[in-house]
């Protein structure tokens, strides 16, 4: 007979929530960005995507640059967000404990709606976040019809 503490508990549930916690971390790690051989740590920006009934705004998050280190391009019907966060020089008598911020290049495409008006997005750096506002066709904005009920 089995003594009292040779039993294990075995909770199939736990291992399917262990399972999908370590597949999420899987997906999120991919999709979030990219790591560089070197640096071991993620470039990518992180961005939101919003849409209002005039246009789309995409607000990303790329601070310690200067906007002319960043370059913004459509290419048929992407929107390519680009630069390169470089290192700062470190002086010799400094001793790093612990470096946590990245450098490296990135680049984020984002897929455009069929219909934008690309020739008139904008875009305007502040803060470390860079917000690029892409209006909407007069086709795309939603517009509301009146019916008459009888």
């Keep these: 007979m089995a003594k009292k503490k040779d039993l294990m508990s ?3 549930f736990e291992v399917m929530l262990s399972f999908r916690e370590d597949f999420d971390r899987m997906f999120r790690d991919f999709f ?22 005039d246009q789309f705004v995409i607000e ?36 790093f404990l612990r470096i946590e911020r990245s450098y490296g ?3 984020r495409s984002i897929r455009l709606p069929s219909e934008v008006d690309q020739s008139n997005v904008k875009a ?13 066709t007069e086709k795309e904005k939603p517009k509301e019809i009146k019916v008459k009920v009888e």
Excluded: Q
């Design 10 to 12: 075995y909770d199939p």
């Design 105 to 107: 290049s990135f680049r």
């Design 60 to 95: 990303a998050e790329v601070p310690g640059m200067s906007k002319k280190e960043i370059k913004l391009s459509i290419k048929k019907d992407e929107l390519v967000i680009e630069g390169e966060k470089k290192e700062e020089k470190k002086k010799e008598e400094e001793s």
């Design 32 to 53: 979030t960005g990219f790591t560089t051989p070197t640096l071991s740590r993620k470039v990518f920006p992180a961005i939101d995507v919003c849409e209002t009934s």
């Design 124 to 136: 305007k750096y502040e803060n470390g976040v860079l917000k690029i506002f892409i209006p909407k």
